[in-house]
């Protein structure tokens, strides 16, 4: 588990002008964000507000221009080489020649570990993907392929588990579906986790904490907690409540 | 109906073809240079001529296969060092050019002096494999998906591990269809270098019966090349199915 802490931090850019100077702009910040131990909070944004940048700098995939990032008092790429993040994207996020085990088996392998047989028996089942342990991702369905990448990142016990859009890529049902396994999953092990969406159903249905950034450079507009309890019913999403803090984090959503 | 489609009319259009060949070749419509198909067909059935054939088979099997090896290992060699160390990737990008830029004619008589007669085919074999190896090995290991790596750098893999579990096996099919074509160029590559004076070789041979006026001979050494190079084709064109599918592209 982990805390994390975004401090001052921007991250600039290089375009090229109209007269072909290439000059600085800022995509993100200063950015002031802290998370607590064991917390799920959901990032929310319109497109190009900077959501993913965010999680790069987390994955220890970018640098920030200005501040500072850290996870546990420790910059990201510390986390990295410790193999303490776990990560799931949209799509096209697992090795096609691999089989559904296999692919559960990659984050150990890289970290030089035995996998342990019933480890990745756990993982299969937390995935719902008994019977398929042999398949290929080509045949698996969208949900069930989201399933494994969330798997994977949870197999090492990541202190820190990010998540971009991970049913981005998903109809409405399954969607809506994979949210109430998300928080299954989830749940077992409760890890720190990030999530960016772009569905503000999504982020209130699974978050502890709703953080809505501004059009660019991303700022946090607004930071919200969730107070409903866990694990949340699918009947919540008919609740007065529910459709208030949906609707208000949406009216935040708009240009200001 | 399929059946048909695959196997009858295919054979249709051989026979028509072959059939027309002989046609033409006993009535003479094209001239002396234009052997019967039956006529060709007579001298693998000759003794001497059929052991010849058996020979510069050999020995042009032989430089081609040992040309495609060495540049197969040279090219996909320097494409792994040119990914590893970007420093050196536009250099050795616009040397592999280069490479293939030079005209196999002007390149054959400097490598007879400096790498000898014997050694000339296998040489001008390695070029063209060289430089189709270095290409498509380089589009292979960058072609690997920008998001799996990222994946695999968020785990905390290292340059290593991601070239081992992803870039390398990414590569496979881009690398295979580097083979297929070199397997072409190899033959090609063997087959003019042999006309700079190698001592045997079906190049050799071409280049004997053409001066002696041996049309049969000259017709059946070219069918013996052409089946030669299809069949090198058709067996990487099988491998590379079936690790194609083996690796399953894209979806995932």
Redesign the interface.
Known sequence: MASLALRGVTRSFLRRTRAGRRESFDALGPLDVQIGDGEFVALIGASGCGKSTVLRLLAGLDEPTRGQVQINGLPPHELQAQHSLGIAFQEHALLPWRTVESNLRLPFEIAGLAAPEERIGELVTLAGLEGFEHARPAELSGGMRQRVAIARALALQPKLLLLDEPFGALDAVTRRRMNFELERIWLESRPTTLMVTHSVEEAVLLADRVLVLTERPGRVRMDTAVPFARPRPGALMRTAEFHRLADELTAQLEPA | MKLRGRLLYPAIGCVLMLGGWEVIGRAGLLGRTFPSLTEVLRVYADGPRAALLVRSSTATLGSAATGYAVGLCLGAAVALLAHLVPLLRGGLDRLAVLVNALPVIALGPVLIITAGRESTPAALAAVPVFFLLYTSTGVGLRGA?R??E????????GRW?RLT??EA?AAVPSVLSGMKIAASSAMIGAIVGEWFGAPSGLGVVVLNSMQNFQIPLLWATVIVIAAMTLSGYGLLTLIEQAVRR???????
Do not use: F
């Open positions: 998906s998001r799996l990222l994946v695999l750098t968020t785990l905390g893999a591990q579990k992803l096996i083996r690796i399953g592209e894209c979806d995932g």
